[in-house]
């Protein structure tokens, strides 16, 4: 079982940049498949970006391809969101998770075993 915990949100405002954070417990961290979803008020969660083991491989929602970047760093135990160019209709609460099972990177909220708390980002007009 991998404990997730978020960081790096806050207030930005319209066509700034935020990196969010999550840091893992567990020794086979490594081997996890890591995304993000954000979740609005009166919305479904949805997908973000994902990434493989290695980092060798990504996905990324059409929405947000270009502006954000998801990296990883396994010696540290946490996997990154680099956000830029952001948009007042991103405000939202900010997920990682963990997908136990190593592969393909998944881009479906069912796919993924464990969750963080989330963390919030509001960005202003």
């Known amino acids: 079982q991998v404990q997730l915990v978020e960081s790096g949100g806050g207030l930005v405002q319209a066509g700034g940049s935020l990196r969010l954070s999550c840091a893992a417990s567990g020794r086979t961290f490594s081997s996890y498949v890591m995304g993000w979803f954000r979740q609005a008020p009166g919305k479904e969660r949805e997908f973000v970006a994902a990434i493989n083991w290695s980092g060798g491989s990504t996905s990324y929602a059409d929405s947000v391809r270009g502006r954000f970047t998801i990296s990883r760093d396994n010696a540290k135990n946490t996997v990154y969101l680099q956000m830029a160019s952001l948009k007042p209709e991103e405000t939202a609460v900010y997920y990682c998770?963990?997908?136990?099972?190593?592969?393909?990177?998944?881009?479906?909220?069912?796919?993924?075993?464990?969750w963080g708390q989330g963390t919030k980002v509001t960005v202003s007009s």
């Open positions: 998770a963990a997908d136990y099972r190593p592969g393909a990177v998944a881009n479906i909220a069912a796919a993924y075993d464990a």
